[in-house]
């Protein structure tokens, strides 16, 4: 196991605000990518795909597949054309629309006349250990599901390995089915990356036991930063699948209802993993605080103790090093004036005093255990 914890960077997500803008707009950010749109169209029979760039792709799709259920998969959203095209075929609010382009939403689910909305937070670790929180978006209309997402990455590849192998409810289940599927794939992913989280909490801890210093403190400041961006998903999205479940949509049947229970059962558990590592990377702050806080007090007893040894060492000393003569400029005896200044061998008998009342102070913090717990 390395000893140290990887520092975790945040992917730079810049918000855009326009201010008075009208309801709806349907403004595209600057750092938008390029849309790729993947059409799967099935049924319990049959699976037909196609790829393209534009509205001409989704729309022969469809008029192809009459009988079969269309995911429209979209990975970008940098081309508001293409958008707004889509809200004026399926007919879908232009609310609904501004919030697929401003990926700064909470998870929510949105019931509307004839289809459903509902957003999700995807949140992952990219190559470059840079924490990516990004949006996912789905609407449901009738035998359609389309899904936004704003990266090309493939986030969703257990679901359509699903689809292509044909198994189960994944065909059978209709749009609302894929819609749970790909909200459960985003729960379940919040696992993988709570794992992560625990294994770099755990070397930090294992850090803090052998070799502790200041970069453990920076390390798990970083690491409950990361679990509280997971619980800022965590909290909404568990409301969001308690009003899909809640839901008199027809896109949102009865038997969808009992997988969505047992998506929301993983919420609750996702959000108990947060929480109790959050505890736990506040233990280990507070740990290596009350450490160094030990050691300075040991340090201090240690500068205390040899403190302790030198006063009365130094107190004779700076008796005799008064220098107040023992007789007057006539050879008189000054009275009560430094009698042991003529002393024979004086300054040995000061030194070996000196020495002796050392060695009797330490004798003493030696019988009181004050060594042993240096």
Excluded at 30 to 57: E, H, R
Excluded at 133 to 138: E, K, P, T, V, W
Excluded at 225 to 243: F, G, M, S, Y
Aim: proline share 3%.
């Amino acid at each position: 196991m390395a000893n140290y914890t990887k520092r975790v960077k945040y992917k730079k997500h810049k918000r855009h605000i326009n201010v008075g803008a009208r309801p709806g707009s349907i403004i595209i950010p600057d750092d938008a990518l390029p849309p790729q749109i993947t059409i799967f169209s099935f049924n319990q029979d049959d699976l037909q795909t196609s790829k393209g760039k534009d509205m001409k792709t989704i729309t022969q799709q469809i008029a192809k597949c009459t009988d079969h259920t269309h995911w429209i998969k979209i990975n970008g959203l940098g081309d508001a054309q293409l958008i707004e095209d889509i809200g004026i075929f399926l007919g879908i609010n232009q609310l609904v629309l501004e919030d697929v382009v401003n990926t700064h939403q909470r998870p929510k689910f949105d019931e509307y006349d004839g289809y459903v909305f509902g957003t999700s937070r995807i949140i992952y670790f990219n190559s470059e250990n840079e924490l990516v929180n990004c949006q996912f978006s789905g609407i449901v209309k009738d035998n359609i599901i389309i899904s936004f997402e704003e990266s090309h990455r493939d986030y969703f590849e257990v679901v359509t390995t699903r689809l292509k192998a044909g198994k189960g409810t994944i065909r059978t289940g209709g749009p609302g089915y894929i819609f749970y599927a790909l909200t459960d794939t985003i729960l379940d992913n919040y696992f993988v990356l709570l794992s992560q989280l625990g294994d770099m909490i755990d070397q930090t801890e294992d850090k803090l036991y052998q070799s502790p210093d200041k970069t453990i403190m920076f390390d798990a400041q970083q690491l409950k930063r990361t679990l509280i961006t997971i619980r800022r998903a965590c909290w909404p999205e568990r409301d969001k699948i308690n009003d899909m479940i809640r839901s008199e949509s027809p896109e949102i049947t009865k038997d969808i209802k009992l997988f969505l229970r047992d998506a929301y059962d993983h919420c609750i558990q996702a959000m108990d993993m947060v929480e109790s590592y959050k505890e736990v990377t506040s233990s280990i702050i507070d740990l290596y605080l009350s450490m160094v806080s030990n050691r300075m007090n040991e340090i201090m007893k240690v500068l205390t103790i040899i403190s302790v040894i030198f006063i009365p060492l130094t107190f004779i000393a700076g008796i005799y090093g008064m220098n107040f003569s023992r007789q007057d400029d006539h050879g008189h005896v000054i009275k009560d004036n430094m009698p042991e200044l003529y002393v024979q061998h004086g300054y040995v008998y000061a030194l070996i005093g000196m020495f002796l009342i050392g060695l009797f102070q330490l004798f003493i913090f030696w019988k009181k255990g004050w060594f042993n717990k240096l």
